[in-house]
């Protein structure tokens, strides 16, 4: 059985992760990129779904601690036993070539006897390989895949596994080095692990020195940061939500998503975090993978890409796997790739004028696209959608879709004023402020003094946090205020901020179970009460959140209060993404505070 979410550290090296457990068990890993087969899939079955460990060989299997190496992604995990103390260093060096993972055991205090096992299963722990040996390297082939393990330690086959145990003193280094090549390849690539670990650290710290932040949540901004960085698939310039799929947002229930792809509602709040941070190389390479996937016809603009900008995502359950903790089904693919959402044509518009004001530059084809998107939203604008958050219910006019369609005309007004774009400007202001109006009219509840999920519903949404974020309204907009106020006292639970109620009749994704709370959306909250000057209150939420942070610094996508543990797919980039956002906000405020003494 796998650990908890929070049990898991990531490693990775920006074109795939694997996900390390405490016990020292990689259980999840797809090769070669974030969007391919797992090859370790113990994560979502069993042992039997393919693993690797390497710990002592008796005692307790849980580590007595890990950390990552100062600002890098090189994990350490370290345990103290009876006959010495023991430390396995787990990384995947930037890619060059071939993809490669690499373990190794040093020695810390006297003598500790070591077991290791090495379990593959290609296909999502479907496909057991054909092993031999290649001189000293053991390989493992099936279908595409081959995969080459070198190390000093002779691993023996035993029941579909190989194993090993060796011995560790103090001061010796053990390497192992995981290599994945094509099939029909017919010798691996050599990597001097120790060499590999200083390149690794080097390239990290290297990059960590970008980061211009440096306020009182340097170390949980940072490390949010690395993150982000590693869901990067380096290649395209593409972040992933997650490298996971079906990791539940309900244990043993249903809301179980393939997360390994690219979203558009995520464009925004990233491309604003790296560039606020530093990373404007990173952000650059965001947006081009945007301006690269959305190209073509606006009415066929998607939600969601692959990492290299697929568009073919098709969703298929996985029934050989139990999930985790018998989460069912295990989905590969997501068949929300199909649904219509108006929202991403606000996102597009927003990410785009926020480049242009931030200085990225771009060619005269990026405003083409702008306009043939306006064009497009303005006879498609007033339709339903399946809104921000993907609901599998019938279509609604959710309110924060056809806030993101103004968002989409007032940009495109933007660029015209502000950067002497060609447009139909007054055609454009005039769809502005019908939508406007129509929202404020048909979206509001005057009687509770807030905007609601949808027209006509009676129910709130956590996504109406966004409105004054987005300029729709300002902060101290009475009717802001009112929703901000609503969502506290309907929406948090347990000190936590839910997407929406799922738990009444009227839910709108109409899908059995119950979710935790949503982690970005806490942190909207966050944002929201200290813009509107309830500071304490914002410090207060965002403390909470930090310290529902594993013991090495990430974030899941949600929150179950009720069993005290992370849940959903996890790390989860819509989660660390607004911690950096507020994190930045928080120490701003406290600077132009400072400057008015």
Not at 58 to 84: F, Q, V
């Amino acid at each position: 059985m796998s650990g908890w979410i929070e049990d898991y550290a990531l490693i990775g090296d920006m074109q795939t992760a694997a996900l390390v457990g405490r016990d020292g068990s990689i259980d999840w890993l797809c090769l070669p990129h974030f969007d391919s087969p797992a090859c370790f899939t113990a994560l979502l079955g069993d042992e039997q779904n393919g693993n690797w460990w390497i710990r002592p060989a008796s005692g307790e299997p849980r580590a007595t601690r890990r950390r990552y190496r100062h600002e890098t992604l090189i994990l350490e995990t370290e345990w103290d036993t009876p006959e010495g103390s023991v430390r396995v260093i787990d990384f995947m060096p930037p890619r060059g070539g071939a993809p490669h993972l690499v373990r190794i055991v040093e020695g810390l205090r006297g003598t500790v006897r070591m077991s290791t096992a090495l379990r593959l299963r290609f296909d999502y722990g479907n496909v057991v390989p054909w092993i031999h040996r290649s001189g000293t390297e053991l390989v493992a082939v099936a279908g595409p895949d081959s995969v080459w393990l070198s190390s000093p330690v002779p691993l023996e086959g035993h029941n579909f596994a190989h194993d090993a145990t060796f011995t560790v003193s103090e001061g010796q280094r053990v390497p192992f080095v995981m290599t994945w090549h094509p099939s029909p390849v017919e010798e691996s690539d050599h990597l001097d692990a120790e060499k590999a670990l200083s390149r690794t650290e080097r390239f990290w710290n290297g990059w960590v020195a970008q980061c211009t932040y440096e306020g009182d949540y340097r170390d949980a901004v940072v490390r949010s940061l690395i993150t982000l960085k590693a869901l990067t698939y380096r290649p395209s310039g593409g972040i992933v939500a997650a490298p996971t799929t079906s990791l539940p947002e309900e244990i043993g229930g249903v809301r179980n998503w393939d997360y390994r792809y690219c979203w558009l509602r995520d464009a925004t709040i990233t491309l604003e975090a790296l560039i606020r941070s530093g990373y404007t190389d990173e952000a650059q390479a965001w947006r081009e993978w945007l301006v690269r996937a959305v190209a073509g016809e606006p009415q066929h603009m998607q939600i969601m890409y692959g990492v290299r900008g697929e568009r073919r995502l098709a969703e298929w359950e996985a029934d050989w796997l139990p999930g985790y903790e018998n989460s069912r089904p295990v989905r590969i693919g997501n068949a929300a790739v199909g649904q219509y959402q108006l929202d991403v044509y606000g996102e597009v518009m927003d990410v785009l004028h926020l480049a242009r004001r931030s200085g990225l530059q771009s060619g005269e084809h990026v405003w083409g696209l702008q306009r043939s998107l306006v064009n497009y939203l303005e006879w498609c604008w007033d339709e339903p959608d399946e809104g921000l958050w993907e609901v599998r219910g019938p279509r609604q006019h959710f309110v924060h879709s056809k806030v993101m369609a103004w968002v989409a005309a007032d940009r495109a007004v933007r660029m015209i004023e502000e950067f002497g774009k060609e447009g139909p400007i007054e055609r454009w202001k005039a769809l502005r402020d019908t939508i406007h109006a129509e929202v404020c009219e048909y979206g509001f509840d005057a009687r509770r003094n807030t905007f609601t999920q949808y027209y006509g519903s009676q129910e709130l949404d956590a996504a109406l946090l966004l409105i004054p974020e987005v300029g729709f309204l300002p902060y101290d907009d009475p009717r802001v205020v009112g929703t901000i106020e609503a969502i506290r006292d309907d929406l948090m639970v347990d000190g936590f901020v839910m997407r929406y109620r799922t738990d009444r009749d009227e839910v709108a994704d109409k899908l059995p179970g119950d979710e935790g709370a949503f982690l970005a959306c806490s942190f909207w909250m966050a944002n929201a009460l200290l813009s509107i000057g309830r500071e304490k209150e914002a410090r207060d939420l965002f403390d909470r959140l930090l310290a529902l942070r594993n013991d090495v610094g990430l974030l899941a996508e949600e929150w179950d209060s009720k069993h005290g543990r992370q849940v959903g797919n996890f790390p989860q980039a819509f989660s660390h993404v607004p911690l950096v956002t507020t994190a930045l906000n928080l120490s701003r405020h406290d600077g132009h505070r400072r400057s008015e003494n």
